[in-house]
């Protein structure tokens, strides 16, 4: 009897690395279903089965994303020793996670948001789910470093943030992370633990 060898991810799993590499680096408009059911080795079938069209699976692409960099960036916050530093580790987070998942087309999700024109595509709820938790988030972490107003300062870090992915993408301000990471240390008390 022969034996062949499984795959050790499923084909929910294939399909999604699969997309994830192709909607990101070609662009999701740009990129069949043929092409991702072909690099994950499936059948056109299991795409469906799984996520019943294109729409649902750039949905779950950007949603695996997103759990993908949430989860590196709570690593970072785990790892910050102060509370100004919990605020600029979603920096520390976006170096680390430049290096290795941004470099080709800046953020998957304003990218996505741009090439999608139906305010009714899934993609879109999973588009602010990100936008809204990244917000939010800052603005726990501004609380706990003591901002004045760490809404405001949430806002204000999230627009930081917005262009430091711009300018690392289009390489048109010279070190832009660490410029990053004065402008919102002036938004904060100095720490004081």
Known sequence: MVHTKQ??????????????????ARGINATGIDAVV?????????????FGGKDRLVAAYLEERDDRWRA????????????????????????RWWGTEGRYRGCAQVDAAVEITDADHPAMAAIIRHKTHLRQRLTELAREADAAEPEQAAADIVVIYEGTITALLLQTVPDPLQRARRLTTGLLPTDSR
């Open 38 to 50: 072909e690099r994950a080795g499936v059948a056109l079938a299991t795409l469906y089965k799984h």
């Open 7 to 24: 795959p050790s991810t499923s084909a929910r799993e294939r399909l999604l690395a699969a997309a994830g590499e192709l909607f990101y």
């Open 72 to 95: 590196d960036w709570e690593a970072a916050i785990a790892a910050a020793t102060t509370r100004q530093q919990r605020v600029l580790a979603i920096f520390d987070a976006l170096q």
